[in-house]
Nanobody, 117 residues
């Protein structure tokens, strides 16, 4: 089962940028879907996902501002966050899903993103 470690969160002003990293313990090319979720409150929402084939899906509120990317050599997925808004403030979690009889659903520990007005 993949282990995930997130980093890159912090405190920024509105309009600023952050780059989140998610390092996996196995080849990300073997993982069916990876994504970033956030918890602004009690409710969790999917920010963006990327398949092993490279297809991406963004939630409407971040489309055009956030970009997901991969570095297969480093087994790492990144989330570039630009034009940050106070409403982006949340704990961000990396997720990895693999289907099949040897499948799994793994989560990182989360990284805090705080955007001041």
């Amino acid at each position: 089962q993949a282990q995930l470690v997130e980093s890159g969160g912090g405190l920024v002003q509105s309009g600023g940028s952050l780059r989140l990293s998610c390092a996996a313990s196995e080849s990300i090319s073997s993982i069916d879907v990876m994504g970033w979720y956030r918890h602004p409150g009690k409710q969790s929402e999917l920010v963006v996902s990327i398949t092993s084939g490279g297809s991406t899906t963004y939630t409407r509120s971040v489309k055009g501002r956030f970009t997901i990317s991969r570095d297969n050599a480093k087994n790492t997925v990144y989330l570039q966050m630009n034009s940050l808004k106070p409403e982006d403030t949340a704990v961000y979690y990396c997720n990895a899903k693999k289907s099949g009889c040897r499948g799994y659903d793994s989560w990182g520990q989360g990284t805090q993103v705080t955007v001041s007005s």
